[in-house]
C-alpha cells in the first residue's frame, strides 16, 4: 500500500501545487491592500529577485509537468477561488502575475539607474543582483544607462 503522500503520483503534486498558488493568492490580496511609500519601497526592491525566483519556479514546472509552456500559463493570482473559470487560464481582463511582475520590475530599474545617475554597478548592487543579470534585464525593458 502506498503513502498519500506518494510524490511519483501526478495528482499529489497538482494537489500540491494547488495549494501553494492558493496561499500565494492569499497572500498577494493582502499586499495588494498595502497602500504607502513604504510598502511600495519595499515591493519595488524585491521585485526583480522576485521575477528571477518565479522564472525559476516555471523552469522546474516545466521540467516536472509536460504542456506547461510559459509563466502566462500559470493563473493569475489575484482570481484563484475567485472563479470558477480553468485554473491554469489566467483572467483575459486582467494581466497576469508575469506581467504585472515585469511591470512593476522594469519601474524599481528604472527608478534606481536614476537615482544612480545610470551607474550600473550600483544599481546592481542596490536591487541585490549580478551586474550581467541587471544588463540583461535592462536591454530587455529597453532601459537608458550611462
Known sequence: ?????DTSNPQWFHSLLQ???HELALMNKQIARWRSAPADSIVG???PLLHEKLKAIETSLRQVTPGIESADRI?????IGDST???CEPASRERTLAERIAETEK?????????TRGNVTRTAVILDMSRTSLYTKIKEYGLPYS
Open 19 to 21: 495549494g501553494v498558488l
Open 75 to 79: 493563473p493569475n493570482l489575484t482570481s
Open 85 to 87: 473559470s480553468d485554473a
Open 45 to 47: 526592491a524585491w521585485a
Open 1 to 5: 500500500m502506498q503513502p498519500d503522500d
Open 107 to 115: 519601474a524599481a530599474i528604472a527608478s534606481v539607474l536614476k537615482t
